[in-house]
């Protein structure tokens, strides 16, 4: 089952910011996006809810520095990608 990824116009501007800062990670982040939308659960992507303010969010991982946190659908198969950075500049 596939997983549609709907990105909104503020995810893209930081996302844009991020991928200009960070050129090297940009492959990295290519496949966990395409892992993401075949299938979110794959242990790699280490995703788990979060918690406190963030609690209706959930956090994927591009690797152990960098993450996404998204909104996570599971019953209309969709994620909305949220934030993307550091973990501290995630959470």
Not at 45 to 61: A, I
Request: glycine share 2%; proline share 4%; no cysteine.
């Amino acid at each position: 089952m596939l997983y549609e990824i709907e990105y909104t116009d503020r995810y893209n501007k930081k996302l844009f910011k991020f991928l200009k800062k960070h050129t090297s990670i940009i492959e990295r982040y290519k496949k966990t996006i395409l892992l993401m939308e075949a299938d979110p659960f794959h242990p790699s992507l280490r995703l788990h809810p979060l918690k406190g303010k963030l609690k209706e969010l959930h956090s994927v991982s591009i690797d152990m520095q960098y993450r996404i946190s998204i909104e996570f659908y599971i019953e209309d198969n969709k994620i909305i990608p949220v934030n993307i950075g550091t973990h501290d500049e995630v959470y």
